[in-house]
């Protein structure tokens, strides 16, 4: 939670977009952190945990800042241009299916939603472990990447998360 507060405050996002809402945790945490005027979009697969992430958003007063959107990354993120009025992402914060990290970044890029400065974070990178993703970003010249050890939640066990600047 810390690294993903300290790296919202440092993008100081206007359009944020998180893949796996799950019941709602990191899109409050997200959005509590976000100035006036800006919004986090939040993707969610499961519509049961989506219900449920909506009733915590609402609890937290954040559903101003907060639109949840039903349904899978790879079939949302082609539409956030036209449907939901996005020019870029300031920042997108992965934590969903970690096979999904890969191709949803590369289909960011092809869907021109990265600029210049766009910031990915992404969660969970060791358990369970996204090694495409990690092989992917890591190798490619047009990211800059940051690896901040972590713990996975609410256990002992090493983990990681990554941070990537997309550099145009």
């Known amino acids: 939670g810390i690294i993903l507060d300290k790296t919202v405050e440092e993008v100081n996002p206007s359009v944020a977009l998180e893949l796996g809402t799950y019941c709602g945790y990191s899109a409050v945490r997200i959005a509590r952190l976000l100035k006036a005027g800006a919004y986090?979009?939040?993707?969610?697969?499961?519509?049961?945990?989506?219900?449920?992430a909506k009733q915590i958003i609402e609890f937290a007063g954040v559903q101003d800042k907060v639109k949840l959107l039903e349904g899978p990354s790879q079939e949302?993120?082609?539409?956030?241009?036209?449907?939901?009025?996005?020019?870029?992402?300031?920042f997108v914060f992965l934590d969903h299916w970690k096979d999904r990290y890969a191709p949803d970044t590369i289909l960011l890029q092809e869907c021109n939603l990265l600029r210049k400065?766009?910031?990915?974070?992404?969660?969970?990178?060791?358990?369970?472990?996204?090694?495409?993703?990690?092989?992917?970003?890591?190798?490619?010249?047009?990211?800059?990447?940051?690896?901040?050890?972590?713990h996975l939640e609410y256990m002992e066990v090493e983990d990681a998360m990554e941070k990537a600047v997309f550099l145009g």
């Open 40 to 52: 986090l979009l939040t993707v969610e697969l499961n519509p049961e945990t989506a219900a449920i």
């Open 76 to 90: 949302i993120i082609p539409q956030l241009k036209k449907k939901y009025e996005v020019d870029t992402l300031d």
């Open 117 to 150: 400065g766009s910031v990915l974070l992404a969660d969970n990178i060791i358990v369970p472990g996204a090694p495409e993703f990690i092989k992917y970003i890591r190798k490619n010249p047009r990211f800059q990447c940051t690896n901040y050890p972590s």
